[in-house]
């Protein structure tokens, strides 16, 4: 292992150490053309990014294997690998270090889809919703049901054994899948359906069943560490609707560990095309501003960015330059819009905002949850999940990284 540069690297030490104060950057290869091109470039990039970075190579092959590298070049920051098998650009490399938290970020990765269903029609609709943002993302949707009684199910195992009962509603559940997707014109094999494939994936769509056990909140706020995205049904018009889509989407709108997308019961998906942006000054950081314009411009997006506060409010010029400076570096081929609204009903507010601009998916980016619980307690948010004819999407900035 070679070290390009005079300071040790420490096992513990990992990321921009206080030891230090250096980003760290592996590069792993076996000193051909190939690794030494992406040396010469990540050494451009620091100098261009301006950043002090402690780069190392690493060419042992049990070295590489154990940092769970398959191809190579590869090129790891702060842990975290990004790139393999390719030698990305002097100016790629510069952006991925520069906005290295941003490339951590669950919304910029968007690998992982999971739709929790409790196989009513509303639950059907979020999957067919999942299903179509999954496929246009390319990512791998999971379909999840949350078991917390052993007697669940119309067709009881005759064992009484808990396993028995998670095999029937895995087959109730396989069969809902079937069913749904069906109305796309998508074929759905569940898994004792065919031979040679996964233990639990479809032939056709990559959709993976899954039933886990607890209380539906609690479950799915442990279940949402280890995906990217929920996609998950409200019933609108007030119906609290079975199970899930009343309280319980409250509770996971607070606590989930991944961003949360919550789909009214007659949405279809057509894209993104115009994203509001419902902004506070506790939402005002970059790393926050730089989530959502990612997410936009996988859909190619625009943003419109609408403050709803108290008239006559300090501080919003400099929340406007803020948000100026994120987007522009974040996008910079969409106009900056950006909007301030004085109500006192800011649902009404939003609402009637994203009417008039044809808006198509409503974002909540908070940077503390406690402004979520505040927002949850005034009931505005819960409102607008349980009226809303547009899909929600709900970020909390200080728990989306991977």
Known sequence: MKTLNTIPVSRECAGECQECGKTHIKLFGAHDTAAQLLRARVMLALEAASIDGKVIEVAEPAQITLSGVSSLPALMVEGVLYTEGVVPSVEQIADLIANRNLHKSKLFRLRRVSVPVDMSPVSANALRFGWRV???????????????????????????????????????????????????????????????????????????????????????????????????????????????????????????????LFIPKEAEFRGFSNLLYASDFDSLNGLSVQQAVSFARRFDGQIHFVHAGAGGEEGLERQRKIFEAEYGSANPDRPFIFNKMVSEDITGALYEYAFYHRIDLIVFVTHHRKFWENILHKSVTNSALLTSDLPILVIHSDDDQG
């Open 134 to 260: 999954a496929e246009y993302l390319g990512a791998q949707l999971e379909v999840v049901y949350v078991m917390d009684s052993i007697f669940e199910g119309s067709k009881p195992s005759a064992s009484g054994f808990l396993s028995g009962y998670q095999a029937t509603m895995k087959t109730e559940l396989d069969t809902f899948i079937t069913e749904s997707l069906r109305q796309l014109g998508v074929t759905y094999l569940a898994p004792d359906k065919y031979a040679g494939e996964p233990a639990d994936m479809a032939v056709s769509n990559a959709v993976v069943s899954k039933v886990i056990y607890g209380a539906p909140d609690v479950a799915l706020e442990s279940y949402s560490r280890g995906v990217d995205l929920i996609v998950m049904g409200t019933t609108g018009s007030g119906n609290l609707g079975k199970k899930f889509f009343g309280s319980v989407s409250a509770e996971v709108s607070r606590n989930a560990h991944c961003p949360v």
